[in-house]
């Protein structure tokens, strides 16, 4: 049996994913093979970094992603609004069609058998094994706090909602697509054929246009009635440990994080842009949650190109100044 890890990424998310690889490397070890998913063609500076890594490869075959590239415009055509909406917002079809490619990794053409799918932005702060371990029972298993937050995966607008989902299953199977684990094979053709039928029939109005890969993923298990293993529910609770940077009480020692003396499987940066991470790397000095462990990995092997910051730092979240403001209404700004 092979297990594996995938991750998605392109060119704009260099600098997350060789600290995503470097905190593998680190905490896991380097005998689990990873396998990046290209994003898009913009990839060059993603092939050269794992061309010196023997057990990451790159996955960037058309034919492949395809199938489920035509998926995702068959779920987005089916919506009453979607097309339209991004159409006049400047989109061109689907919006981020790209992050499709991850659902790949159930094809039975891809590499792994068993595999755990994280974002480029993640870092693995501990051994994977309990995630694989809970594999051998289960066909998709995750681990996060979703289920108290669901307007990210739902339409909670949408009367069709609760005729979908009743709300004791939104309560306890939503999730975060920004990790999760499951097996090769399944959501085949034919259940992806009928999911679409579904959402023809009205049901795509249920899914969360601003996070549109996370509600489709979200859609496509808990309408197939595959169990959803939640580490974060089933875990005693003295184990569990949460896992995103909206947690500002993680304690870090020896560069991996506590939860109340638990330590993290991995630390989740959602919400934050790629391109405050390629800020702080060229080297302006600014400040998001858990930033020394991020800047641990990435510079884990160039320790000598690690940013040295002088002055006072500025808040990532900072409010824009009366200036910027301005500017911003006024078409001027960047």
């Known amino acids: 049996m092979v297990d594996g890890i995938y991750t998605l990424a392109n060119d704009v998310v260099y600098d997350q994913l060789v600290a995503l690889l470097n905190s593998i490397e680190a905490n896991v070890g380097s005998s689990l093979p990873v396998c990046v998913i290209a994003y898009d063609e913009r990839v060059d500076k993603v092939r050269t970094e794992i061309a010196a890594r023997k057990n990451v490869t790159l996955l960037e075959d058309p034919t492949l992603f395809a199938p489920w590239e035509d998926f995702s415009k068959q779920v987005w055509t089916a919506h009453p609004t979607a097309l339209q909406i991004w159409q006049e917002q400047g989109i061109s079809g689907v919006h981020r069609l790209g992050m499709n490619r991850r659902y790949a990794a159930f094809d039975p053409a891809a590499p792994f ?14 051994s994977l094994q309990n995630i694989f371990q809970a594999l051998d029972a289960h066909d998709f298993v995750v681990y996060d706090f979703q289920y108290k937050s669901p307007r990210h995966i739902y339409n909670l607008q949408s009367p069709k909602l ?8 939104i309560r306890s199977e939503v999730f975060c697509a ?59 609770i003295n184990q569990a440990t949460g896992n995103a940077i909206t947690s500002n009480h993680f304690e870090s020692r020896d560069h991996v994080l506590y939860d109340k003396e638990v330590q993290l499987t991995y630390l989740h940066y959602i919400g934050l842009s790629s391109k405050l991470f390629e800020q702080v790397c060229a080297g302006e000095n600014v400040e998001f949650p858990y930033r020394d462990i991020f800047l641990h990995y990435r510079y884990l092997h160039e320790l000598e190109k690690r940013p040295q910051f002088t002055g006072k730092s500025q808040a990532y979240n900072q409010p824009p100044t009366f200036v910027e403001r301005t500017l911003k209404k006024l078409g001027l700004n960047r």
Request: with cysteine; net charge negative.
């Open 162 to 169: 609760q005729e979908v989902f009743p709300d004791s299953r």
């Open 178 to 236: 920004g990790m999760y684990a499951s097996k090769r094979g399944l959501l085949d053709q034919k259940q992806r054929d009928w999911l679409v039928a579904q959402l023809q029939t009205g049901e795509a109005e249920v899914l969360c246009m601003p996070a549109p890969n996370q509600s489709v993923l979200n859609y496509m298990v808990m309408r197939s009635e595959i169990p959803v293993h939640n580490l974060a529910l089933q875990l005693p």
């Open 113 to 126: 058998e068993r595999f755990i799918y994280l974002d480029a932005d993640v870092l693995v702060m501990n």
